[in-house]
């Protein structure tokens, strides 16, 4: 079977030259957007699916992420979400061709702001995330900084580094755990590194630990879906549950026992949660 996905790049004007993956049909459109240092690929599975069902589907590498550029600043969560309302322009998936947008963690915090900020989607998908403040853990950002800066294991190939996810990643799909390499490249020495910088790597998780999303979440008008990795039934679910009694019209849709990278890990559920938000969508438009 031919795989619907495909390699594409678009170069926002004023801006950094985002990598895509695309797939093609005349269903209406899905914009998939990955997290904090992950990159377009790890949609992979789910995208798959969503282009067997007839939609056409865009999974974006952010600023920074992925093959897209590597530009000296603008990363930000709004600014981020500034980039797929032009994406979303320059793609023409305007009007009749709005998106059904989803984010996983960071991502979820991108595609809520751009809901709230800049409208022009169908339907909202916060892939556990979206959500997500540090400023309420973290007193001081030095703080969150110490705990959450990336730990990138030193002196490893490329090889190495995919024997090690193929550990970590254990039970995830053969393509979610390659799809995992996308975000490291080799350096002059032949070594694995994130691709994302690790200054702008701070950068984005400054703006997690600064921005509140708790005032964005009334101004998104459209279906919303929560897809939330939770350890048990009864576990902690404070963000979602808060996020779902601030959003006007919204399902919620737990992965017990999931990994943080659900999409990925379960990309038959992924799937089908999302057909079901777009008959939402439809549902709203008719």
């Known amino acids: ?5 495909y390699d594409d790049a678009v170069q926002l004007p004023d801006g950094p030259r985002l990598a895509l993956r695309r797939a093609d049909g005349p269903g209406r459109p899905f914009l998939l957007v990955h997290g904090l240092s992950s990159n377009a690929r790890l949609w992979d599975g789910t995208a798959r699916l969503l282009a067997a069902a007839g939609h056409q589907v865009v999974a974006v590498d952010q600023r920074g992420h992925g093959r897209s550029e590597q530009v000296p600043d603008g990363y930000t969560t709004e600014q981020c979400a500034a980039d797929l309302a032009v994406l979303c322009d ?8 709005e998106p059904v947008v989803a984010g996983q963690s960071w991502g979820g915090n991108v595609v809520l ?15 556990d995330g979206g959500w997500i403040w540090l400023g309420q853990r973290y007193p001081a950002f030095e703080q969150c900084w110490a705990e959450l800066a990336p730990q990138v294991p030193h002196g490893l190939t490329l090889a190495e580094l995919g024997d090690r ?62 897809a939330a990795a939770v350890a048990t039934e009864d576990a902690d679910r404070s963000g979602p549950d808060l996020a779902a009694s601030l959003l006007p019209d919204s399902t919620t849709s737990l992965y017990v026992g999931a990994h943080h990278d659900l999409h990925a890990q379960q990309p038959d559920r992924m799937a089908a949660d999302l057909l079901a938000l777009a008959a939402r969508a439809e549902a709203v438009a008719a």
Do not use: Y
């Open 1 to 5: 079977m031919t795989d619907l996905l």
């Open 90 to 97: 320059q793609l023409g998936l305007t009007g009749e061709r």
């Open 113 to 127: 702001t751009l809901a709230a900020e800049h409208g022009g989607v169908a339907a909202v998908a916060l892939v």
């Open 165 to 226: 996810f193929g550990e970590w990643f254990a039970g995830f799909p053969p393509e979610g755990i390659e799809a995992q390499l996308g975000n490291a490249a080799e350096d002059a020495d032949g070594h694995a590194v994130a691709r994302l910088t690790r200054e702008h790597h701070k950068q984005i998780l400054h703006s997690l630990w600064e921005v509140d999303p708790r005032p964005l979440f009334p101004r998104v008008g459209v279906p919303v879906l929560l």
